[in-house]
Nanobody, 125 residues
Framework: QVQLVESGGGLVQAGGSLRLSCAAS????????MGWFRQAPEKEREFVAA????????YYADSMKGRFTISRDNAQNTVYLQMNNLKPEETAVYYC??????????????????WGQGTQVTVSS
């Protein structure tokens, strides 16, 4: 059973930065895609970023480009999300997810089979 554990969430001022981590209990296979999603109250779950485990190709939602960076540490079996210049409207629960099949539909939450419990990110103004 694959388990994903997020950490690094918390309270940050507008314009500040946070680095989220997602540790997988088992070894992530080369075919997997790892993703980050977020969900604010009364809003749908939103795609943030994704990374192909083998080649390291990265993908971002338009609003995150230039500010967010997704990366991986193969030895530590961990994926990261570096978030810079955070805005109050980005307050949400951030979720780590894994797609063992490496689907092309990585922007959709439906493609992911495993999810972490989420970590709260609160951006104050």
């Amino acid at each position: 059973q694959v388990q994903l554990v997020e950490s690094g969430g918390g309270l940050v001022q507008a314009g500040g930065s946070l680095r989220l981590s997602c540790a997988a209990s088992g070894r992530i296979s080369s075919s997997w895609t790892m993703g980050w999603f977020r969900q604010a109250p009364e809003k749908e779950r939103e795609f943030v970023a994704a990374i192909r485990w083998s080649g390291g190709s990265t993908y971002y939602a338009d609003s995150m480009k230039g500010r967010f960076t997704i990366s991986r540490d193969n030895a530590q079996n961990t994926v990261y999300l570096q978030m810079n210049n955070l805005k109050p409207e980005e307050t949400a629960v951030y979720y780590c997810a894994a797609d063992p099949g490496g689907s092309m539909w990585y922007r959709s939450s439906i493609a992911y089979d495993y999810w972490g419990q989420g970590t709260q990110v609160t951006v104050s103004s």
